[in-house]
Structure formats: C-alpha cells, structure tokens
Antibody, heavy 117, light 107 residues
C-alpha cells in the first residue's frame, strides 16, 4: 500500500524558515518523481514544486521560486521542502504526492504550516 | 503560463443526475490534463488523467473528454458519495496549474 506521511509543519514567524519532510513507503521511491501541492485554508489547490526521480529535473511555482527548495533522499525514501523567508500567504496545508508524469496519483494527508507573528 | 479556467464554481444537483464540469485551457495542452476529487476534510484523489483515462479504482460513472482546449468531467449518475470539490490540472508545462475548483453539492 502506498503511504506518504508528511511532517515538520507548525507555527512560524514571518521571515523564518521551516523544513517539511515526506516519508514514502509501499512503492519504489527512487523510481518516481514527487510533487508538493498546497491548499490555503478554504481555498483551492496550488502546485508548489516537482522533482524527478533522480533529482535531475526540478520545477517551482513562481510564488515560491528562490525561497523554497525541493529535494529528496532516495536512500531514506524521503522528500523534503525547505521553506525560507516565509510569508503569511504561505499559510496552507502542504501535501506531498507521488508523481506520474506531473500528475499526482497518491497524496499524503497533508501537514499544516501557519506563518504568523 | 497556462491558465485553467474552471466552471462552474459551485453546483447543486440531484441524485442520479448527470453532472458536467469544464476547464478551459489558455493554450494547447494536448491531453495533458487530470481531474481530482477532494471529499470534505480529505486529501485529493486522482480521478482522470491524460484527459480521458480513468484512474485505478475510480467508478465508471466518472468520465473525461476533450474538445480542443476545453476539457470536461462528467458524472453520469450522481451519488451521495460524490459530494466534494473537483479540480482540473494541466501537466503540459511548468507551472503545472490547477483550475480554481468546483464545489459539488446534492440538491
């Protein structure tokens, strides 16, 4: 069974940093690209970043480019999202998802990030 | 960037009714389109990929179609478990934008 478990969220002040993790199981992690998608409270889905299976290809939404870094450790079956210079508009539920092409076929339960002073 | 214009924003329909949601792409994306369902309080679930292909385990009452740059999701006979929000997403080019969503309720 495919499982994706996000962690690392919480309350953080504007301008500070936070690192999210997503532990994958139930599939060969190193064979799949991965996505981060977020959802602000009461709002729709926003694609954030994607990384290919070997980290050769990485893409970011313009809203996070230069502030967020997606990475992965295939030996640890873990996906990361390093978030810096956080803003109030980054407040959202962050989902990691397994990618098939750039679709997301399995999603985690999400981890909440709240940026507030 | 490719814009995905989704309509309607909300929809109220009766059980067993046919429901259609559409997404208009701002440029050609071929068949690089997915539909997701998000039930209240849950994570999204992939319904349709490549515009018309049904994801594993998805009931056959869901179907996708394409006409040029307009994409449609059809629920042939609405069931109570279909309530929630629906989103399209283009996977043609970065940034991989989502539509704004459609909230589906039972009348």
């Amino acid at each position: 069974e495919v499982q994706l478990v996000e962690s690392g969220g919480g309350l953080v002040q504007p301008g500070r940093s936070l690192k999210l993790s997503c532990l994958a199981s139930g599939f060969t992690f190193s064979n799949y690209g991965m996505n981060w998608i977020r959802q602000a409270p009461g709002k729709g889905l926003e694609w954030v970043a994607s990384i290919s299976s070997s980290s050769s290809y990485i893409y970011y939404a313009d809203t996070v480019k230069g502030r967020f870094t997606i990475s992965r450790d295939n030996a640890k079956n873990t996906l990361y999202l390093q978030m810096t210079s956080l803003r109030s508009e980054d407040t959202a539920l962050y989902y990691c998802a397994r990618a098939v092409y750039y679709y997301s076929d399995y999603w985690g339960q999400g981890v909440m990030v709240t940026v507030s002073s | 960037d490719i814009q995905m214009t989704q309509s309607p924003a909300s929809l109220s329909a009766s059980l067993e009714e046919i429901v259609t949601i559409t997404c208009q792409a701002s440029q050609d994306i071929g068949n690089w389109l997915a539909w997701y369902q998000q039930k209240p309080g849950k994570s999204p679930q992939l319904l349709i990929y490549d515009a018309t292909s049904l994801a594993d385990g998805v009931p056959s009452r869901f179907s996708g179609s394409r006409s040029g740059t307009q994409y449609s999701l059809k629920i042939s006979r609405l069931q109570v478990e279909d309530i929630g929000s629906y989103y399209c997403q283009q996977a043609h080019s970065n940034p991989f934008t989502f539509g704004s969503g459609t909230k589906l309720e039972i009348k």
